[in-house]
T-cell receptor, first 114, second 112 residues
Framework: DADVTQTPRNRITKTGKRIMLECSQT?????MYWYRQDPGLGLRLIYY???????NKGEISDGYSVSRQAQAKFSLSLESAIPNQTALYFC?????????????FGPGTRLTVL | SQQGEEDPQALSIQEGENATMNCSYK?????LQWYRQNSGRGLVHLIL?????REKHSGRLRVTLDTSKKSSSLLITASRAADTASYFC????????????FGQGTTLQVKP
């Protein structure tokens, strides 16, 4: 079984709809991240969480919100989706006890906003 | 803002040849990481090199780090078609908080 899972894997929605992307991990890591990937722009950090009570904005948090329901779960919400939020979204985890080290990525969610 | 910038953006080689990708960054770092992404999939960690290391090997991968030039290179030797992917360098964000900042990536195509 995959250590970091994301649901859904693909989603097509309309402008103005509320969307939630979910991420779960079985690695026991304390740190979780949400990135978006656009062609030619690499990965950009949306939000990150170092533990259940610690949530921080990344470089492109506008239009997004997150919830860390448990150490193993980190959800990303688009309150009112817009077309320029069409992208590939990745969740990642890392072990904070090991410092700024390797991150483990989920398989991604491809979101299309019409 | 982008911390790492990869060069070239795209690279096409024949199977068996070596592939070299470069990464430049702007601020002081304590480590630099390389990741691989197969088309449309999640990133996979390849190697981490610390600021006090100059070179590191892992199988067919060789990574160098030059902190004076703020640059790193990833060399894949004896490339295979399965190495076709995008390769990203990543450096810690400010204050070494565990955040990573990714470059835009190099797309490598290895032709059989």
């Amino acid at each position: 079984d995959a250590d970091v899972t994301q649901t859904p894997r693909n989603r097509i929605t309309k402008t103005g709809k509320r969307i939630m992307l979910e991420c779960s991990q079985t690695k026991g890591h304390d740190r979780m991240y949400w990135y978006r990937q656009d062609p030619g722009l690499g990965l950009r950090l949306i939000y990150y969480s170092f533990d259940v009570k610690d949530i921080n904005k990344g470089e492109i948090s506008d239009g997004y919100s997150v919830s860390r329901q448990a150490q193993a779960k980190f959800s990303l919400s688009l309150e009112s989706a817009i077309p320029n939020q069409t992208a590939l979204y990745f969740c990642a985890t890392s072990d904070g006890k090991r410092g700024p080290g390797e991150q483990f990525f989920g398989p991604g969610t491809r979101l299309t906003v019409l | 803002s982008q911390q790492g910038e990869e060069d070239p953006q795209a690279l096409s080689i024949q199977e068996g040849e070596n592939a070299t990708m470069n990464c430049s960054y702007k601020t002081s770092i304590n480590n630099l990481q390389w990741y691989r992404q197969n088309s449309g999939r999640g990133l996979v960690h390849l190697i981490l090199i610390r600021s006090n290391e100059r070179e590191k090997h892992s199988g067919r991968l060789r990574v160098t780090l030059d902190t004076s030039k703020k640059s790193s290179s990833l060399l894949i030797t004896a490339s295979r078609a399965a190495d076709t992917a995008s390769y990203f360098c990543a450096t810690p964000g400010s204050s070494n908080t565990g955040k990573l900042i990714f470059g835009q990536g190099t797309t490598l195509q290895v032709k059989p």
